[in-house]
């Protein structure tokens, strides 16, 4: 402790303070590294957020203690991977991102006492779009999404009326949209607006590009019996694809489904007459019977006179007649046969099947597995499963084609490696590469920089460098070599007896140099003593 005290004094005030401040120096270096390398690593939370969207999820996180940190456009937020997903929680809670939109939230804090009936209608259509926005951008594709609805009003004693509109704007993550990721989207806004129709909807991504138009007419009528004709084609292939992987295995089959369908719409009717088969309609028969009796006498007047007596009948002639007409009515026999052929018939269908063949695996390592074609009974069962499950016609024109080939395809994947415990992903690697940086500069101050410096201030003087303690070595006062050493009495190695000539030494010694020696003896005589004695030690 002595040693180190004496050291300390001899050092001087200047050199201290330079030992303290480079040691707290590296002291705060080593600090900021390990506190930089114990640090939890931050992980993405939201991006592509909208100024007041990131000043929301902002001032949420403050006001729920979470360590976030902002982009430098501040369109990102970044917290501690450990705090992503009860963040977002958090946040969700809260209806937080809304990505700009607003929903049916807009009639919570609204006076329903002061708003007019336009205001009422111009905040229901907004409400709309914002809650058709948000359905579309929760979508794993969709990125962001924006919705313009166009609503005729309705006038008193009005009939016909405008149908509504849709115009929507896409943000894409990556790629482009599928043909029925659209009429998803479509359809999901048609039937969310009343009298909303698919097809007058429009769809827009961020480029500017169209990907569904709103159709008119005859346009309309042709997409949508090409949809009808895919719809169709797509779930008979799906369906034979099944059985005839059924048999020869998954990925063993290909098959690909081409109809003609026949969208015109007709109705036909029919009379028949068969003038084989009558029947009675109807039947008037009339009958009629007369009875005539003539008598020969002549008219008294006993007969005019009332009450008069009527003579006795005389002899006369009595005719009688009988009259029948009949008349039937027949009906030929008449069918009426009324069909309407409604749109969609199948009028040709093609079917074309590719099966895999049988592969052998490999007896030895770096040999190909072999491939050999399947029996033709086989092929004629999956000919027929096929052909009776897509309805082949002959008489239409209808054909099948079932061919046995070998596919172009990777080696069979014998399923995927076990993760190691020495697996490390893109985050790890980087993480790792940070530390290891870090821990190169740490060791590079420790042992170029601070050890250096520690050591020069607190080192004593070496043997073969005597250092003053005003700085100067020992050889400016002509002290360090074995020379000088005879140079004062004693000096010189041998006995203590031996007298030194001083004569000698004042002719071979620079006057100057000796005068310089002298003034240092004078001026510094604590410090001279420390020189002696340490020049006593090396000679012990």
Same mark, same amino acid.
């Given at each position: ?142 990125? @962001?999404? !924006?919705?313009?609805?166009? $609503?005729? #009003?309705? /006038?008193?004693?009005?009939? &016909?009326?405008?149908?509504? =509109? ?112 009558? @029947?009675? !309609?109807?039947?008037?028969? $009339?009958? #009629?019977? /007369?009875?005539?009796?003539? &008598?020969?006498?002549?008219? =008294? ?240």
């Amino acid at each position: 402790m002595e040693r180190f005290l004496s050291i300390l004094k001899s050092a001087g005030p200047a050199k201290l303070v330079a030992a303290f401040a480079v040691t707290a120096l590296v002291a705060a270096a080593l600090f900021a590294i390990m506190f930089r390398v114990g640090a939890e690593e931050r992980s993405l939370l939201y991006s592509d957020l909208s100024a007041k969207d990131a000043a929301a999820v902002s001032e949420s996180l403050t006001a729920a203690n979470v360590d976030f940190q902002l982009s430098t456009d501040g369109s990102s937020i970044f917290v501690p991977r450990s705090k992503v997903a009860e963040a977002r929680m958090r946040l969700a809670a809260d209806g937080l991102p809304g990505q700009g939109s607003i929903g049916y939230e807009i009639f919570d804090k609204q006076d329903a006492l002061g708003a007019t009936s336009f205001v009422q209608n111009v905040n229901k259509l907004r409400a709309l779009e914002g809650e058709l926005a948000r359905s579309i951008d929760s979508l794993d594709t969709v990125n @962001a999404a !924006r919705v313009h609805l166009v $609503i005729p #009003e309705k /006038a008193l004693f009005q009939t &016909n009326t405008e149908s509504p =509109t849709a115009s929507i704007v896409v943000g894409l993550e990556r790629g482009s949209l599928s043909e029925k990721q659209i009429n998803a989207i479509r359809s999901l806004v048609a039937a969310a607006v009343q009298g909303l129709s698919p097809d007058k909807v429009t769809i827009l991504d961020e480029r500017g590009e169209l990907l569904a138009g709103a159709s008119i007419g005859a346009d309309a009528s042709s997409a949508a019996m090409d949809d009808r004709t895919s719809q169709y084609e797509e779930r008979l292939r799906r369906r034979l694809q099944e059985i005839v992987e059924g048999i020869v295995g998954p990925g063993g089959a290909r098959v690909q489904v081409s109809a003609d369908l026949d969208f015109s719409q007709v109705t036909k009717t029919e009379e028949n007459f068969n003038p084989d088969q009558v @029947a009675p !309609r109807s039947t008037r028969t $009339i009958e #009629e019977v /007369a009875a005539d009796k003539a &008598n020969d006498q002549g008219v =008294t007047q006993a007969q005019n006179v009332p009450d008069g007596q009527t003579p006795g009948a005389a002899g006369g002639q009595e005719s009688n007649s009988n009259r029948t007409d009949e008349t039937v009515n027949y009906e030929i026999s008449k069918s009426t046969r009324t069909e309407v052929i409604t749109p969609g018939k199948v009028m040709r269908l093609s079917v074309a099947v590719a099966v895999d063949g049988v592969s052998t695996p490999a007896t030895k390592a770096g040999e190909a597995p072999k491939w050999a074609a399947r029996p033709e009974a086989e092929m004629k069962q999956i000919a027929a499963l096929v052909t009776s499950a897509a309805g082949i016609n002959e008489e239409r024109g209808d054909k099948i084609e079932v061919v046995n080939v070998r596919f172009a395809k990777a080696a069979a994947d014998v399923g995927s490696k076990a993760p190691s415990a020495f697996a490390f992903d893109k985050n790890d690697i980087m993480r790792g590469a940070e530390i290891l940086a870090m821990t190169l500069v740490a060791a590079a101050l420790l042992f170029f920089v601070a050890r250096p410096l520690v050591k020069g201030v607190f080192e004593g003087p070496s043997a073969g460098s005597a250092v003053t303690p005003m700085g100067l070595p020992g050889q400016a006062m002509g002290m360090a070599g074995a020379g000088s050493v005879a140079a004062l009495p004693g000096g010189e190695a041998g006995t203590g007896d031996e007298r030194v000539d001083i004569a000698r030494i004042q002719g071979s010694v620079n006057a100057n140099a000796m005068k310089q020696v002298s003034q240092m003896v004078t001026e510094n005589p604590e410090q001279t003593v420390s020189v002696i004695r340490a020049w006593l030690q090396e000679r012990r």
